[in-house]
């Protein structure tokens, strides 16, 4: 592959961040498996499929709230990123790269007091079709995720932490879809996802 990488970033005072970037690449021999029938089975295999071209464009902030003039122990961030991607070999529209999202974006806050920090950030990444040969095409459910933490000190040296994550439990489906002159031939899966929560207790020893 070949690429080029570019980006700029703005720092402000006491933490402040604005980036922006953006990538291409040319890919040559780019190889992924292929579904065919060989007239009595099914088969799997890597196939070089050409050449593919990728390209991203980032965008992302942090903002505590002392850099706009407020004296609380709180951040914001988020960031966001769009994908663009094709394949040569591959007729389009969706002749992307493999589950290569279009676009995902990342939100959150941070508290961090002296006794008590909290926070909070939630995902978001897109779903949609990509055709993965002439024949055959996949289709993927947009997944979003949150989690939260809050961290007690007790002291410097001991600390309960509690996380929560996957608060939204999605199923996670998708669908297979393979058509040629023999006809179509559709299947779908669909598996559950679980939240998480977890309890921690640090202590950290000083040496004497």
Same mark, same amino acid.
Request: aromatic share 12%.
């Given at each position: 592959?070949?690429?080029? !990488? ?7 005072? @006491? ?8 990538? &291409?690449?040319?890919?040559? !021999? ?31 902030? @942090? $903002?505590?709230? @002392? *850099?706009?003039? +407020? ?13 663009? #991607? &094709? ?11 493999? +589950? ?9 806050? !941070?508290? &961090?007091?002296?006794v008590v920090s909290a926070?909070? #950030? ?8 990509? +055709? ?8 993927? *459910? ?10 007690? @000190?007790?002291?410097?040296? +001991? ?8 608060? $939204? ?10 058509? !040629? ?11 559950? *996802? ?6 921690l207790y640090e202590q ?5």
């Open positions: 592959a070949t690429g080029v !990488d570019a980006a700029w970033e703005h720092y402000f005072t @006491k933490g402040g961040l604005v980036s922006v970037s953006a990538s &291409s690449r040319a890919i040559r !021999d780019f190889i992924r498996n292929e579904v065919r029938f060989d007239g009595a089975r099914w088969i799997s295999t890597p196939v070089n499929q050409g050449d593919a071209r990728v390209g991203t464009l980032a965008l992302e902030a @942090k $903002l505590p709230m @002392k *850099t706009l003039g +407020r004296d609380w122990p709180l951040e914001l961030r988020a960031n966001v990123s769009r994908n663009w #991607s &094709s394949v040569d070999a591959v007729p389009g529209p969706g002749n992307r790269l493999d +589950r290569q999202p279009h676009w995902s974006a990342n939100l959150g806050a !941070d508290y &961090s007091g002296r926070g909070a #950030s939630f995902s978001f990444v897109s779903g949609g079709w990509t +055709r993965t040969s002439v024949f055959q095409s996949r289709y993927g *459910t947009a997944t979003r995720d949150l989690e939260l933490y809050a961290l007690y @000190k007790f002291s410097p040296l +001991r600390m309960l932490r509690f996380t929560a994550g996957n608060l $939204l439990a999605p199923d996670r489906m998708g669908t297979s879809v393979y058509a !040629d002159a023999r006809g179509l031939r559709e299947s779908s899966d669909a598996s559950p *996802t679980y939240r998480r929560w977890g309890l950290k020893f000083q040496a004497n």
